[in-house]
């Protein structure tokens, strides 16, 4: 069994904030298999068989504890089913990286996320993969902590529904054939618009004339 944590908080009023894009993630994974979200005692469960019949068992979870304790949600399922960190993968916002920006990571430091930061703790080990969706550091004089709990604006829809379609992908391509692969497939993801390509400089010479052809000599004439 396959453990994904989709990071977020619980409520209609954190439910479209930049903090929550790992719980879309993980609800278009849900959706995609026809499953059913249950309540468990610190977070919402389902299980889903992703990859060819029979499919690789995954249970995703959303914690119900806020960010801040999400791993009193996780460490006791984490338990439960006698998983390896190599079977766990967190689906978190990252603010180091631009919107539009999708990476997977394994290991390392929290990096300031919150989710993680308690993760890490209960957990006892930084060794499990991250899936990291950049929201972009917010703008100048803003608090980054207001930033995360912002609305997307509705000029980010287009991108955002590419990045959580693209982020389901993913989760399922980690999910059957492993970090390895998941990594070379969607690393490289970044749906920032792309600048124009320079206009080459107009020439200041002009353009030499072909030399005219010698005239081709009519059939029959000498």
């Known amino acids: 069994m396959k453990l994904v944590v989709g990071l977020g908080n619980p409520g209609l009023k954190y439910a479209q904030t930049r903090h929550n894009v790992g719980w879309l993630v993980v609800d278009e994974v849900a959706r995609r298999a026809g499953a059913t979200w249950l309540k468990e005692k610190d977070a919402e469960v389902c299980e889903v068989r992703l990859g060819p ?3 690789e068992k995954v249970l995703l979870v959303k914690p119900q504890t806020f960010m801040n304790a999400s791993g009193k949600a996780v460490a006791p399922l984490f338990s439960f089913y006698k ?3 190599g079977d766990l993968l967190a689906v978190q916002d990252d603010l180091d990286s631009p919107f539009g920006l999708l990476k997977f990571r394994m290991g390392g430091r929290h990096g300031g996320q919150n989710g993680v930061r308690d ?3 209960l957990l006892g080990s930084e060794g499990f993969a991250r899936l990291k969706i950049g929201i ?5 004089g803003r608090d980054p902590a207001d930033w995360v ?3 997307w604006h509705p000029d980010e829809a287009a991108t955002l529904s590419e990045l959580v379609r693209l982020g389901a992908n993913a989760v399922e391509v980690w999910a059957t054939r492993g970090l390895a692969e998941a990594q070379g497939q969607f690393n490289g993801t970044d749906l920032r618009p792309k600048p124009p390509a320079p206009t080459p400089p107009a020439s200041s010479e002009s353009e030499p004339q072909d030399a005219e052809a010698p005239a081709k000599p ?3 004439v000498p």
């Open 149 to 151: 709990l912002s609305k």
């Open 53 to 55: 019949t029979p499919g």
């Open 136 to 140: 972009s550091r917010p703008p100048p």
């Open 83 to 85: 998983l390896e960190l």
């Open 119 to 121: 993760m890490i703790r």
């Open 218 to 220: 009519v059939q029959g």
